[in-house]
């Protein structure tokens, strides 16, 4: 499995609001500019991310982004579900799609719901306040 660029630029504008929690409201174009992805983007991941509750955005002067609640309530599965709609590793487990030439004899469908619900789960564990977090500079070795 692998995410969508959309979803990876969610998780990185997510975490980049977070580190601004507790501060003023940053902008879109302050976002940007601190994740290096285009403004268009990131206006466009605000929207989404808006949408789905997970952030705040104000126009106006004194307006700006900031997150809907705090970074320790929000997880991995929140944001890429925020872009990508529910997780799930196939089509199958949809109850309307019936796309599938193998379904009428497929053993394993029964049991896909089990592993998306596994995988959601374990996206759910991981915290945005984790994230969020900046690397701890390394340091350097004797010459």
């Known amino acids: ?26 902008s879109a174009a302050d976002l940007a500019e601190e994740t290096g992805l285009p403004l268009p983007t990131v206006q466009k991941l605000v929207s989404a991310l808006a949408k789905a509750g997970l952030l705040k955005s104000m126009r106006g002067a004194g307006g700006g982004i900031k997150l809907a ?46 592993v998306n619900a596994t995988l959601r789960g374990a996206l759910a564990d991981v915290k945005l306040t984790q994230l969020a977090q900046l690397p701890e500079p390394k340091e350097q070795e004797p010459a």
């Open 69 to 114: 609640r705090p970074a320790a309530a929000i997880s991995l599965a929140d944001i890429v579900e925020a872009v990508e709609g529910p997780i799930a590793l196939t089509a199958c487990v949809e109850t309307a799609r019936h796309d599938c030439a193998l379904e009428a004899q497929c053993t394993v469908r029964p049991h896909w719901s089990l």
């Open 1 to 26: 499995m692998r995410l969508s660029n959309l979803a990876d630029y969610a998780v990185v504008t997510m975490c980049a609001a977070a580190r601004h929690c507790g501060f003023a409201r940053v």
